[in-house]
């Protein structure tokens, strides 16, 4: 996963772009959902992601994935410790003509730390 090419969230999300399901702290728009996954990729840069199964219907998607990854930067206030972690999770994207819409997601991301240690 390696992803450095953060302006393709503008290309491919709507200026009305809302993230469910982020932390509280973080804003549900796309500057907010980009931040996060900055957050992750710079902690985590060598993340391999792997979708399970993929589902569509009408102007849903659905993802089934997992992620492997070494813990190579800072995360949750943990410095890196080069472990390797994984998580999984199910992401649903709703598509308006070519554009994201909203995005959910339900990961166990938080269960991160307890690999950590």
């Known amino acids: 996963m390696a992803f450095k090419n ?5 290309e491919l999300c709507t200026p009305e772009f809302v993230a469910h399901d982020l932390p509280s702290s973080v804003s549900p728009n796309k500057d907010g959902f980009k931040g996060m996954a900055i ?4 902690a985590f ?19 089934r994935w997992n992620v492997t990854a070494t813990h190579q930067g800072e995360f949750m206030s943990i410095p890196a410790t080069n472990r390797k972690v994984s998580w999984s999770g199910i ?3 709703r598509i308006a003509g070519t554009k994201i819409v909203e995005w959910w997601n ?3 991301l938080s269960a991160v730390p307890q690999q950590l240690k």
Request: no cysteine.
């Open 45 to 63: 840069p060598d993340a391999h992601l792997i979708v399970e199964d993929t589902i569509a219907d009408k102007d849903k998607v659905a993802l």
């Open 106 to 108: 339900k990961s166990d």
């Open 6 to 10: 953060y302006g393709i969230f503008d």
């Open 39 to 42: 957050m992750i990729h710079n």
């Open 91 to 93: 992401t649903i994207y």
